[in-house]
Structure formats: C-alpha cells, structure tokens
T-cell receptor, first 114, second 111 residues
Framework: GAGVSQSPSNKVTEKGKDVELRCDPISGHTALYWYRQSLGQGLEFLIYFQGNSAPDKSGLPSDRFSAERTGGSVSTLTIQRTQQEDSAVYLC????????????FGQGTRLTVV | SQKIEQNSEALNIQEGKTATLTCNYTNYSPAYLQWYRQDPGRGPVFLLLIRENEKEKRKERLKVTFDTTLKQSLFHITASQPADSATYLCALYSSASKIIFGSGTRLSIRP
C-alpha cells in the first residue's frame, strides 16, 4: 500500500480481554514504532523495531503489553487482560532508515476498554 | 533521560499574524529535530527536519530554527490561516535512535 495501514480502526473490548492491534508499514521501511496517545495528550513511546536488531521495549508500560514484527514487515501489538486505563489511540509509524528521515504514521487504532 | 517539552499547551492567534511555537529539550544533543502536524482523529504528518548544523530551515510559510546552545527550536507560521489550526508536535531522535515527541501545542487561528 501507499501508506502505513493499521487495523482495526476502532476496537471496543471488555475489561480483562486480550486485544491485538495490527500495523502494516510502508514496504521497505526498516524502522517501525508504536506510540500511545491518550485524549488531548502527546505521543507516548511504546516500542521500536529497527531491522534485525533487538527491539527497544523500554516504553512498554507493563508486562501485559507485547509486540512482535514478523519478517521485518507487519507488526502486532498485543495487550493482555485489558484495563480501562489502556483506552487510548495506538499509533504506528515507519521510516526508511536509521535516524534521519521522516516517520510516516498510520491513522491509529482507537481502543476503548469498557 | 532525554526530555522534550513544548511550553504552550494551546496558542490562539489572529489570522494573518505569525504563530511561534517553542520546543525545548534536555539531557541530550540531538543531531536532528523534526516538526509534525496532527489534525483531530489522524496520525501526525511530517513537516520539517532541521539538522544541528542548520540554524534555520524554511518551507513555504513555515520556518524552523534550531539553537543547540539554548537547546531550543522555534517553529514559525507566517501569514497564518484558519486552515493552519492543528496540533504541532516537535520530535527528536534520542540517544537510542528512537523518535520521542513533545506533548504538542494546539494552535487555533481565528478569522
């Protein structure tokens, strides 16, 4: 596709359920980021993948959060045992190479935990 | 750890005036700094990148400055228009080479 694609665009889930959020980056982009944005707030860094290097997971808020990137392309962010405070927009971004280019963002997944 | 701060949560100005947004950072000297625009319900969109050896960068009505001594970047929109109303985010590459963002400034241009 032409841009970063995220699915679903909206997700409502019950507290305690697991959810998976998907990100399809731009083809050929080696770096992939996940961010979380609560209403009216800035972007909170979650995790960063760069090529075949070990991911930087330093932003994951708890061990209920995990992410993987298969084949250097598609990424899945998994939240286990969701809590109401997990409600936010989850944004994925990709960029072409190490460190000095623009990041392209998807439209985000709006997660609501009820 | 690196911190990036945008001092104004919101800025309201009259159409036609110049909007100036401020971004400060601490505990790091980034080689690059970026500015993004975010409209409601959408992901951020890249506007400009400025390198540490560049004092100023321009793109149409946008101008960005980068003062590595003050650890500050200023983002200017000249001849502002209501269509410029959005949230503007600054971002830098941390020492771990990941992009971290400021909290953003919500700019409103009134006709």
């Amino acid at each position: 596709g032409a841009g970063v694609s995220q699915s679903p665009s909206n997700k409502v889930t019950e507290k305690g359920k697991d959810v998976e959020l998907r990100c399809d980056p731009i083809s050929g982009h080696t770096a992939l980021y996940w961010y979380r944005q609560s209403l009216g707030q800035g972007l909170e860094f979650l995790i960063y993948f760069q090529g075949n290097s070990a991911p930087d997971k330093s932003g994951l808020p708890s061990d209920r959060f995990s992410a993987e990137r298969t084949g250097g392309s598609v990424s899945t962010l998994t939240i286990q045992r969701t809590q109401q405070e997990d409600s936010a927009v989850y944004l994925c971004a990709s960029e072409t190479r190490w460190g000095n280019t623009e990041a392209f963002f998807g439209q985000g997944t709006r997660l609501t935990v009820v | 750890s690196q911190k990036i701060e945008q001092n104004s949560e919101a800025l309201n100005i009259q159409e036609g005036k110049t909007a100036t947004l401020t971004c400060n950072y601490t505990n790091y000297s980034p080689a690059y700094l970026q500015w993004y625009r975010q409209d409601p319900g959408r992901g951020p969109v890249f506007l400009l990148l400025i390198r540490e050896n560049e004092k100023e960068k321009r793109k149409e009505r946008l101008k960005v400055t980068f003062d590595t001594t003050l650890k500050q970047s200023l983002f200017h929109i000249t001849a502002s228009q209501p269509a410029d109303s959005a949230t503007y985010l600054c971002a830098l590459y941390s020492s771990a080479s990941k992009i971290i963002f400021g909290s953003g400034t919500r700019l409103s241009i009134r006709p």
